[in-house]
């Protein structure tokens, strides 16, 4: 079974919204996703550290460590790694052009693909009026999205047991409080009119947890997701091409689940 799964190759990597130092932090599954897939470039699209919680209480399982060795040994053997802070870890914006462990950090950046189209990688939460303009809502917002999560926890265990699939109630309630408010569309609209103004064909970016890629008057519109509920990258081609990638649904297939894990840190060092 374990022939059935290779390592994937590509050009670049995109992912973002990691949030290591929250509970809900999918840490087991971005380790598979990081041992299976390699590029020549790796981009963090922000929110890979989640300082916010950090400092409402301190959270760093071994998970979050070793995330962040692989990153950077990753690093060491020639991925070129950027990383683009988002609001969560915000604190890494006092240090554009720094390279901490061979990771370069950048406010945002523009990026030529294979193809020669050039796309604007940036977080995008510089476009989210709560995040801009009412910092107290968007902390009570990040605790009650806490909140959905541990109830999330909860219904999935009592779903399991009745034989019922997985369903997301956490993903369900931010949904339906941002389409309450057309939120998403008016987020994918003004990071794209952004795209424009910088004479660029695309924008890759992250922060509102919903994967997508879609056109938008002429702008290639691709939001990378999350590690949190959907677990999702973005990969480019040696062609130009890009692809989704949903880590969650790979991972329920027996072939994945086949796959020898790690059983101790020396393992893990030599994935």
């Known amino acids: 079974m374990t022939g059935q799964v290779e390592t994937r190759h590509f050009r670049t990597l995109f ?4 949030h290591l130092g929250s509970k809900a ?4 599954f971005l380790l598979d996703f990081l041992r299976y897939h390699e590029a020549e470039t790796m981009f963090l699209v922000g929110d890979i550290v989640d300082g916010w919680r950090l400092k409402r209480n301190w959270y760093w399982p071994q998970g979050c460590n070793d995330v962040v060795q692989k990153l950077l040994r990753k690093a060491r053997k020639g991925t070129r790694i950027v990383y683009i802070p988002g609001n969560h870890d915000e604190f890494l914006r006092s240090f554009p052009g720094t390279h901490f462990g ?3 950090v950048a406010e945002r950046a523009t990026y030529e693909m294979a193809d020669g189209k050039k796309y604007l990688i940036l977080h995008g939460d510089e476009f989210d009026v709560v995040v801009r303009n009412a910092r107290l809502l968007a902390y009570l917002g990040d605790w009650a999205y806490d909140a959905a999560i541990v109830i999330n926890v909860g219904l999935a265990a009592i779903r399991r047991r009745l034989g019922m699939p997985y369903w997301s109630f956490s993903a369900w309630a931010k949904l339906q409080v941002k389409h309450a408010v057309n939120f998403i569309g008016e987020f994918q609209r003004v990071v794209a009119e952004e795209a424009r ?3 660029v ?3 890759i970016c992250g922060h509102i947890h919903h994967a997508v890629m879609e056109d938008m008057d002429g702008i290639h519109y691709v939001n ?3 590690w949190v509920e959907s677990c999702t990258a973005i990969a480019e081609h040696h062609d130009g091409t890009l692809e989704m990638i949903s880590w969650q649904r790979i991972n329920a297939t027996a072939e994945i689940k086949a796959l020898p894990k790690p059983q101790n840190v020396e393992d893990m060092q030599a994935a």
């Open 25 to 28: 932090a999918r840490t087991d």
């Open 15 to 18: 992912i973002s919204d990691v």
């Open 102 to 104: 061979g990771i370069e």
């Open 197 to 199: 103004r910088n004479d």
């Open 224 to 226: 990378t997701g999350d």
């Open 201 to 203: 064909d695309g924008v």
